[in-house]
């Protein structure tokens, strides 16, 4: 579980205020909004990375964060991005991930020769096999082709069905409404401005005024998808 009750996020000034809400245990949570709205100012901030300039932040467990852009340094390999990690004596490690991810054969390489997505997909199993109970991931899709987000996709759901809590900052709507019962906020005027189901929050009237635009949820080939429609 972690709440956070009247808090605002920002640095000279304010870029959210007076927000609060809870995570709670074994749910999945987006965070969307248009850019520059908050989002991984909020991230940071549940995660203790920069201080709160006003609130409560109350957790059982210290979130681990992914960074959407993550410097690395020359000569670091897998192999030490997972001990920096602490990942291999942590519960939610295993070599199935790796292998899920296809990274094994990675391990033992300088990240400065890997492409983009061979980086980002490990530096995903880095933070899932963290200890932590809590995970933060923002733009996890970063890098990665069609494949590996339905992978991610399918270890989140797992994982999360364990328990495990998750709070991910995510452009594709398509991808966060396949995930079921998962729950929506929109950053939006300083402000958690929608918060419902996934699906009710795509559907939601509301959301022209942040994105300008029309968004439908709609059933195609025993699936649901959103519609985007230009105003």
């Keep these: 579980m972690l709440s956070f009750k009247n808090l605002a996020v920002g640095f000279d000034k304010n870029i959210l205020e007076e927000i609060s809400g809870e995570l709670a245990n074994g749910s999945i949570t987006f965070l969307i909004g248009p850019n520059g709205s908050g989002k991984?100012?909020?991230l940071k901030t549940l995660s203790q990375i920069i201080p709160a300039k006003k609130g409560i932040i109350s957790t059982e467990d210290n979130p681990i964060y992914l960074s959407s852009e993550v410097n690395l340094q020359v000569g670091l390999t897998g192999n030490d991005l997972l001990d920096l990690?602490?990942?291999?004596?942590?519960?939610?490690?295993?070599?199935?991930?790796?292998d899920f991810f296809e990274v094994k054969e990675l391990l033992t390489s300088p990240l400065e020769i890997l492409s983009a997505g061979e980086k980002q997909r490990i530096l995903i199993c880095a933070v899932l096999s963290h200890k932590s109970s809590i995970v933060f991931l923002d733009e996890p899709l970063n890098h990665l082709d069609w494949n590996f987000s339905l992978k991610l996709k399918k270890v989140i759901k797992n994982q999360a069905?364990?328990?495990?809590t998750f709070l991910i900052s995510n452009h594709d709507l398509n991808w966060a409404l396949?995930?079921?019962?998962?729950?929506?906020w929109v950053l939006f005027k300083k402000s958690i401005f929608l918060?419902?189901?996934?699906e009710s929050v795509l559907n939601d009237i509301k959301?022209?005024?942040v994105f300008r635009i029309k968004t439908e949820v709609?059933?195609?080939?025993?699936?649901?998808?959103?519609?985007?429609?230009?105003?």
């Design 161 to 164: 069905s364990q328990g495990r």
């Design 207 to 209: 959301l022209q005024e």
């Design 85 to 98: 990690y602490m990942s291999k004596n942590s519960k939610w490690f295993n070599l199935d991930l790796l």
């Design 218 to 231: 709609i059933a195609s080939q025993n699936r649901k998808v959103i519609s985007l429609t230009e105003l």
């Design 195 to 198: 918060k419902n189901s996934t």
């Design 178 to 184: 396949d995930l079921s019962e998962t729950q929506t």
């Design 40 to 42: 991984t100012s909020l």
